[in-house]
């Protein structure tokens, strides 16, 4: 499968934002859940947001009413609204897209199979 492209990283002042973005070139897109998690240093991977096929969308508690998770079916795009950004959301972001085949990725409540890209790094400073 095609890996998803993660992009719109960078550094941020803390209260501001930032919009990232995940082309993924896969099949059936409309027909897949997706969802964002993240990975600080020497820190678990942790979920962030998710997207189900019929958009309802759920969020971890730390991130819950700051970020948003949209999908595009038409431009096959997944995209995640960052906003009031923390010092602590500082991390390598992941696009992950749901597959029976590939392996464990962590959701805001528990896990899910699938594949994901590089990452893009997020830095939040003070």
């Known amino acids: 499968q095609v890996q998803p492209v993660e992009s719109g990283g960078g550094s941020v002042q803390a209260g501001g934002s930032l919009e990232l973005s995940c082309a993924a070139s896969v099949s059936a897109f409309s027909r897949r859940s997706m969802g964002w998690f993240r990975q600080a240093p020497g820190k678990e991977r942790e979920g962030v947001g998710t997207?189900?096929?019929?958009?309802?969308?759920d969020y971890g508690d730390s991130v819950r009413g700051r970020f948003t998770v949209s999908k595009d079916n038409a431009k096959k795009i997944l995209s995640l609204q960052m906003n009031n950004l923390k010092p602590e959301d500082t991390a390598m972001y992941y696009c992950?897209?749901?597959?029976?085949?590939?392996?464990?990725?962590?959701?805001?409540?528990?896990?899910?199979?699938?594949?994901w890209g590089q990452g893009t790094q997020v830095t939040v400073s003070t």
């Open positions: 997207i189900g096929t019929d958009g309802a969308t």
């Open positions: 992950a897209v749901d597959s029976p085949s590939g392996d464990w990725y962590p959701l805001p409540q528990g896990r899910a199979r699938g594949f």
